[in-house]
């Protein structure tokens, strides 16, 4: 027959949760770490985290936002200098009519 069902306590979710939240490991190498399927790693973070004790963003969300910013910074330096070789090329000045 098929394999049983592993059944944890409340207790051992929560702590479970916490070590999640914890971590700056992914919860799939957790997962496989603890032997228990990401999934439902996923479904105890849902019902168990408290976001009182939570920091407001996660340090891979702060990472996205700093890169992003950089980029837009690349692309406004670029655009800067865009428009400063513009200004600086001189008028064509035609011959009149």
């Known amino acids: 027959m098929g394999e049983q069902r592993q059944r944890y306590d409340e207790k051992f ?5 916490k070590y999640l939240l914890e971590q700056t490991k992914s919860v799939e190498d957790i ?13 105890w973070k849902a019902k168990y985290r408290e976001l009182k004790n939570e920091p407001i963003a996660t340090l891979e969300r702060v990472r996205e936002l700093e890169q992003l910013i ?4 690349r692309e406004i330096q670029m ?13 064509f000045v035609g011959t009149p009519l």
């Open 13 to 17: 979710r929560r702590e479970t949760v």
């Open 31 to 43: 997962s496989l770490e603890l032997n228990i399927p990401a999934k439902t790693l996923h479904g």
């Open 70 to 73: 950089a980029e837009q910074k």
């Open 79 to 91: 655009r800067d200098k865009r428009i400063a070789d513009v200004e600086e090329e001189p008028l």
